[in-house]
């Protein structure tokens, strides 16, 4: 299985460990096309020694070449939510993972919509619950 | 003319006061359809009195209906990326708004797409330029 995971790179950094952590999850089920999101070296300022362009045409392809996409939606960024409309669009299968954090929400295009399947989380147990009964 | 302006609520208000000002100024061009965005007392939280799936529904038959979509992305946004997804895979025109943002990049999703056309910003003369040129 080919799994695509989401996360914010230029949006923030702030939940790089988690993406980690979730990605460590996901490869016992399959390839994930998108490891460097973990990368603890992988800063705001994005990926170094590439082009945007070329960045975009490769995460493109990896989205049209997964089976699933996986997203960690807690962090607001426009490449998540870029790729998600585009996995909808292309009839990819989506979960979105979600930890509820004071005072913020998550975006109505995501939370509202039918397509998705969102799953809120605290803590990496509840992660893995969700994994095993959604990545199949 | 049919415009969708696509700007961040739940991903931060910082920018509330802009987006009014080029919702202003495209109301000089047709009718927006999302003047909300601009409302200084529309909060991160988002609107009230309406459901996430409502919300959802409205803005997608919006942005369906619209002739152009206009999106400022200088601060992150799961929905406006989302948005601009969706839009790319309806064909419809897009255009983005960006403000250099000290240690900050934009998204290479939006950067590096072809698709898009990018401009970036410091004043709001320089806004209404690239609309007078780009709104046609």
């Known amino acids: 299985m080919k799994i695509y995971f989401a996360g914010s790179i230029r949006g923030g950094r702030d939940d790089k460990e988690i993406y980690l952590a979730i990605i460590k999850e ?3 089920y399959g390839q ?3 490891e460097h999101i973990g990368d603890a070296s992988l800063t705001s300022f994005g990926e170094v020694g590439t082009t945007d362009q070329s960045i975009f045409e490769r995460d493109m392809n ?3 070449e997964s089976d699933i996409v996986v997203a960690e939606v807690t962090n607001p960024s426009l ?3 870029y790729e998600l409309g585009q996995a909808e669009a292309m009839g990819k299968k989506i979960i979105c993972l979600y930890r509820k954090v004071e005072g913020k929400r998550l975006s109505a295009m995501i939370s509202g919509n039918q397509y998705m399947k969102v ?3 605290e803590t990496l147990e509840q992660v893995k ?5 959604q990545v199949v």
């Open 119 to 121: 799953f809120e989380y």
């Open 62 to 64: 990896w989205v049209k």
């Open 129 to 133: 619950d969700i994994l095993t009964k």
């Open 79 to 81: 490449g998540v939510g």
């Open 32 to 34: 994930v096309l998108t």
């Open 26 to 28: 996901l490869q016992s």
